[in-house]
């Protein structure tokens, strides 16, 4: 594929990005410390990225949707580097606020730009396997840039972390200048058509799950490093490593969550995933005191978690195929909508009670998701036969009048 690499350095770039999301769970205790606020407080920084970047990539990719690919890349990528640099200077929670929300607007628009990028770039019949690179890029920096980000806080200053994903930012941009052909933009999705789909209670509900399932993660995962440090014990290097063990956990249960779709089916995969998911965070809440038995619980969280992405993305795909693409950007916007909810519930538990407590409420959220599932599931079969059935009256007449 002669585009090949341009479609991995796009990937590389979305890898970037997506460190600048979730670098802030590995560092969330030194910036509070450093800042002055509580670790509630802090939490609220991912919760104002996930609502920025739910509620505003939609409108940024509308508005900018007839405008050249390449030049909306790099406008993206330029306010991506102001925001980091931002960060880097900042002197307050509130200057900190506005640099991440900068930064959350600058990713989703980057990212979603650069999925219709790929796809223009790959050969017909490969548009899948180029989207798919993408995501990859911006899922691995959950398993590479989170711990790094934490090495490098540690190490340093947790603003170094972010003038070094700045300073790559600014190399990236060139790179995009001088690899990324020009592309026409497209006619936008008018946001009335996008939000369309949301009257139909088959596909609420399926999108509930997805709301449900991130919130109860978030809940967790956004006080992971504070948690592993004050109800585990645990080490500054045994919380990197821990990281690291996590990241690599949720690539192989995404990769093993697409692998069980295809050999067991979405219910039995899906609401499976979801109910060892809620057990794992139950196990971690017993063994808290242990880093012995945290480290493989840990694993088993990852693993059982990301298990249910691949799964619920075909799901949603296999409700909606004539519309499938609007279908994920609605996902992609509940999902961030449902980790901004699940860190600022978070910080409302971590704030009237012991940390510990997260990850109760985070198993709650997910057995939520899992009844959820079920809901979901049972209301397809039970519109599938309803249609079918009204297929077959409408068969019938034509051969009547016939």
């Known amino acids: 594929m002669r585009n090949a690499w341009k479609i991995y350095m796009l990937a590389v770039v979305s890898f970037l990005v997506g460190t600048s999301e979730f670098i802030i769970a590995g560092i969330l205790d030194l910036i509070a410390k450093d800042i002055g606020v509580s670790l509630s407080a802090a939490g609220q920084l991912i919760t104002a990225f996930s609502l920025a970047y739910g509620f505003g990539t939609p409108i940024l990719v509308a508005l900018t949707a007839r405008m050249e690919r390449r030049n909306v890349l790099l406008a993206a990528l330029g306010l991506f580097v102001l925001s980091n640099a931002a960060a880097v200077l900042t002197v307050d929670f509130v200057s900190l606020m506005a640099a991440r929300i900068a ?29 798919a ?26 603003k170094a972390a972010f003038g070094g994903i700045g300073a790559l930012g600014l190399l990236t941009m060139f790179a995009v200048f001088r690899t990324i052909p020009r592309t026409e933009g497209e006619q936008p999705v008018p946001l009335r058509r996008q939000l369309a789909l949301l009257k139909d209670p088959k596909l609420t509900v399926a999108l509930s799950v997805t709301f449900m399932w991130i919130l109860g993660y978030s809940v967790t995962y956004t006080y992971i490093s504070p948690y592993l440090l004050e109800i585990t014990g645990m080490s500054e290097r045994q919380v990197s490593i821990g990281l690291f063990a996590f990241g690599i956990a949720s690539l192989i249960g995404s990769k093993l969550g697409g692998y069980g779709t295809d050999k067991w089916g979405v219910p039995r995969t899906l609401t499976g995933g979801m109910l060892l998911h809620a057990i794992s965070l139950v196990l971690l809440s017993a063994g808290a005191g242990s880093p012995a038995v945290v480290f493989p619980v840990l694993m088993l969280w990852a693993f059982a978690a990301w298990s249910s992405g691949p799964t619920q993305q075909y799901y949603l795909m296999s409700l909606t195929p004539e519309a499938s693409g609007i279908m994920l950007s609605l996902n992609s916007s509940v999902l961030q909508l449902g980790m901004a909810a699940g ?13 510990s407590a997260v990850s109760w409420i985070g198993a709650a959220g997910v057995l939520l998701a899992a009844a959820t599932a079920v809901a979901s599931l049972r209301l397809s079969r039970v519109r599938a036969r309803a249609d079918s059935c009204a297929r077959g009256f409408a068969q019938a007449d034509v051969q009547a009048e016939a």
């Open 133 to 158: 690179t993408v995501v990859m890029g911006f899922s691995t920096a959950l398993i590479v840039g989170v711990p790094l980000g934490r090495v490098v806080a540690s190490a340093f200053d947790w």
């Open 343 to 355: 860190a600022g519930l978070g910080g409302v538990v971590a704030d009237r009670a012991p940390l």
């Open 103 to 131: 930064m959350a607007l600058s990713s989703g628009m980057f990212v979603v730009v650069a999925l219709t990028v790929a796809a223009k770039l790959a050969p017909e019949g490969r548009q899948g396997s180029a989207i």
